[in-house]
């Protein structure tokens, strides 16, 4: 086999997923693993196959990749800080502080390695093991690394994404393996116990180390140039104007700012160089530089990226030295898989995907990008024909590799990524290596380390400009709807064909068919199925917002959650789900009533999408966010309508849309009716099924409505007022008779809703509930006549919910 650790690493992957996503008992997968082996050697004796071998040999390493992951992430001890979190009193918590703290501008994030917990003053602490992030408010002192702290607070496990397009901080959290949070906000609730006393190899060497290198940046450079070389050689963005940062992500070179394989690559280009200088023998030489890569490693906290490429670096020079034939394909395996057995959650980590996937699409699709140049184009020795070719086609490789990965993170791609790395990867060697040059003589002369640092200005004044510059041509950074499972495998499945290049003339044949096949796939995929009607009740916490798309591609949004100084529903849910979807365009905006859980967060998105028409009650509100809100709406020039009883919403195509409240008498007897009461009421109907949209209204909303004799029996009902007991009234309900209702309520909210009489309500009538605070948010699907729900949050990922919560009936 030409590269067995490709194999091996792409097997062991496969188990890894294979654990992930069917999270049964690792003795279950045990007992696979023991099957495969034992069937494995009972057929090995009567053939003698290598294919065979091959296979077997691949099912048991797959099923070895499954168990280790069950057993990593499944088994938790009897003192696993995972079994403390979500309880509904304070605990104390005592721990070391494993790293120095994170200064951000309004708060302090400490990584603390938990040894004893105590549940009340009662009791006495007991031992507990896990890594937890707390995050302090400004003002409190943090302490430095190492030392002993005694924290009080309320314990809480990271959350899975609850919408779509939302961050996803369980995965982000425990690919770090950090399973508890926990905010502080008084002094007396993080206490310093003990200093630590006793040298450690971070004590006595990588923190010296990091100070100095930082020292001698700001020694010598001020402002957004030392923020910059802090950022490409340390990786600590603090510091970095945010105008800078989104300059750097508008052009997709962010990757410079967050410490990767670039940069190790480069620290060992210059140290070998370095030591070449020196006269300083091969052996050790390669010896040295592995020793200052482990360093850096160190100093940059240990990111997927660096060890990958720290890995890769350290198996070529020894390879070198041993006068080994290297594959850069097959040592790229084997680090992943080093860092894979390590750490198995790393699979799901944002930066170990772009890091590997980067690096492997310039290895495999950088000659094959070069064979499709003119062959003057591609033999050319000159400087220059070497610079525009080989600078495009490794930054055009990197980004068709990670293209899908990214459009599925941040729903944007910049297209002008792969020119501008063109101008601006030159600077970053340069800057680099007058960086190091900087931390390498700042300690031994400070006058020489600003020689380099005034040449190192120029570079990075330079580098700034550029980013600029290229920022501000048109649409740099371009949208783009979050691709689906099956679009993104078929897009690597292509990848991978285009990358086979097999030399019989009838394989040649196949790939040409097989890639015709997926791409006729892919559009069956894209375009065959009719477009339904689709409602998603948003899980804005407590508040409300529906978005809705009809057949015919028109967009509803219905209220927009709240808006507070610390959160935002606009710009926090809203808006991302706008973008994963690839929607930069809202028809109709209805506002239920003017109480800010309602319209809050529907200012951040005016700000982000266009908006044709905005419904409302007529009702207004004194408050100064409704003033915002109504200069927002006067800003952009929306048409803006009031509606009442026996309305209609128009251009829906087949899908009806009738208001049934509030009636004309809410509207003239203003000062005598509840804000709430006056909510709009909309009505969708489609074909058989129908959906009530309620607001807030109250029982007296509901007796005006049944009066009125309006047709208000619906498939699905979104219950009135968050299922408070004073609504959802037993006539309204069974007059609607619905088949399911969806509840709109925040997780521990303190008006205890949904109440538990509405509850039983709903349960008497045979109606399923299903409820945002557990299980996030609620898509709708319907052609017409058939529908399903599907809540966002699937039992296996919402096990951090109560126990009482985790039911949808």
Request: charged share 15%; proline share 5%; net charge positive.
């Amino acid at each position: 086999m030409r590269r067995p650790m490709l194999f091996i690493a792409v097997c062991f992957f496969t188990g890894l997923l294979t654990g992930h996503y069917i999270p049964i008992s690792p003795v279950l997968f045990g007992i696979g693993l023991v099957i495969t082996l034992l069937v494995g050697y009972g057929l090995s004796r009567v053939r003698d196959a290598s294919i065979f071998h091959t296979v077997v040999a691949g099912l048991c390493i797959i099923s070895s990749g499954a168990f280790w992951y069950a057993i990593r992430t499944q088994v938790v001890s009897a003192h696993d800080l995972r079994r403390f979190c979500n309880q509904t009193t304070p605990l104390t918590i005592y721990g070391t502080m494993i790293r120095d703290p994170d200064l951000r501008s309004r708060y302090t994030l400490v990584m603390v390695e938990t040894d004893s917990i105590q549940i009340d003053d009662s009791s006495l602490p007991t031992p507990v093991t896990g890594l937890m992030l707390i995050r302090l408010q400004q003002g409190i002192d943090p302490g430095a690394y190492g030392d002993h702290i005694r924290v009080t607070g309320g314990l809480r496990s990271p959350q899975p994404a609850r919408n779509p397009g939302g961050f996803d901080a369980w995965t982000y959290y425990t690919s770090r393996s950090v399973y508890g949070l926990m905010s502080i906000r008084s002094t007396g609730d993080y206490i310093l116990v003990g200093r630590r006393s006793s040298p450690t190899i971070y004590t006595a060497l990588i923190r010296p180390v990091k100070n100095s290198i930082t020292h001698s940046i700001e020694a010598t450079l001020r402002g957004p140039s030392a923020a910059l070389l802090k950022g490409i050689l340390l990786g600590q963005r603090q510091q970095l104007p945010d105008e800078l940062l989104n300059t750097f992500s508008m052009i997709g070179l962010t990757h410079i700012l967050a410490v990767s394989g670039l940069h190790v690559g480069l620290i060992t280009l210059i140290m070998i160089t370095l030591f070449f200088i020196l006269r300083i023998p091969r052996s050790a030489a390669a010896a040295a530089t592995i020793c200052v890569l482990i360093l850096y490693a160190w100093i940059t906290n240990m990111t997927s990226s660096v060890i990958r490429a720290s890995i890769m670096a350290g198996l070529f020079l020894i390879g070198q030295r041993l006068d080994r034939q290297t594959d850069s394909i097959n040592i790229l395996a084997t680090a992943a898989l080093i860092i894979l057995i390590i750490w198995p959650s790393a699979l799901f980590d944002l930066g170990f995907q772009l890091s590997f996937i980067a690096t492997l699409a310039i290895i495999a699709g950088y000659p094959k990008l070069k064979a499709l140049l003119p062959g003057r184009l591609a033999r050319s020795q000159t400087w220059w024909a070497r610079w525009l070719r080989d600078g495009l086609l490794v930054s055009l490789a990197a980004q068709l590799g990670t293209a899908p990965v990214l459009a599925a993170t941040f729903y944007q791609i910049s297209w002008v990524a792969s020119v501008a790395n063109l101008f601006i990867g030159p600077l970053v060697f340069l800057t680099t290596t007058l960086g190091v040059l900087t931390a390498i003589t700042g300690p031994i002369c400070l006058e020489i380390a600003y020689l380099f640092s005034a040449a190192n200005a120029l570079v990075l004044h330079g580098m700034i400009y550029l980013s600029t510059q290229f920022s501000s041509l048109p649409s740099a950074l371009l949208p783009i709807a979050a691709p689906s499972h099956p679009v993104m495998a078929g897009y690597y499945v292509i990848t991978l064909l285009f990358l086979w290049t097999p030399s019989a003339y009838k394989w040649k044949h196949i790939r040409s068919g097989l890639t015709g096949g997926v791409v006729i796939l892919l559009c069956w995929h894209l375009y065959s199925a009719p477009r339904p009607l689709e409602m998603t009740i948003l899980d804005v916490g407590q508040g409300d917002a529906i978005f809705i798309v009809c057949p015919n591609g028109k967009k509803i949004l219905i209220d927009g959650g709240n808006r507070t100084p610390s959160y935002d529903a606009g710009a926090q849910i809203i808006v991302p789900f706008l973008r994963s979807k690839g929607y930069h365009h809202i028809d109709i905006m209805i506002i239920s009533h003017p109480h800010t859980d309602h319209y809050g967060g529907l200012i951040s998105v005016l700000n982000s999408v266009t908006v044709g028409e905005i419904i409302t009650s007529g009702r207004t509100s004194t408050s100064n966010a409704y003033k915002t809100w109504r200069d927002a709406i006067i800003q952009h020039e929306i048409r803006y309508r009031a509606v009442t009883s026996g309305d209609t919403l128009r251009g829906l195509g087949r899908v009806r849309g009738v208001i049934l409240n509030p009636t004309r008498f809410m509207v003239e007897q203003e000062e005598r009716i509840d804000t709430n009461d006056a909510s709009v009421v909309t009505r969708l109907t489609y074909g058989t099924f129908s959906t009530l949209f309620t607001g807030d209204i109250e029982q007296g909303s509901e007796e005006a409505i049944l009066n009125n004799h309006l047709d208000i029996k619906s498939t699905i009902i979104k219950a009135p007022h968050h299922g408070s007991a004073t609504s959802s009234s037993p006539l309204f309900i069974s007059a609607v008779d619905p088949e399911a209702v969806v509840i709109s309520v925040g997780i521990r909210n303190k008006f205890r809703h949904p109440s538990r009489q509405v509850l039983g309500r709903y349960r008497q009538l045979g109606t399923s509930v299903y409820r945002t605070d557990a299980g996030g948010a609620i898509t709708i699907r319907s052609d017409g006549s058939t529908w399903q729900i599907e809540p966002f949050v699937t039992l296996v990922s919402a096990w951090f919910l109560p126990r009482s919560w985790r039911v949808f009936t």
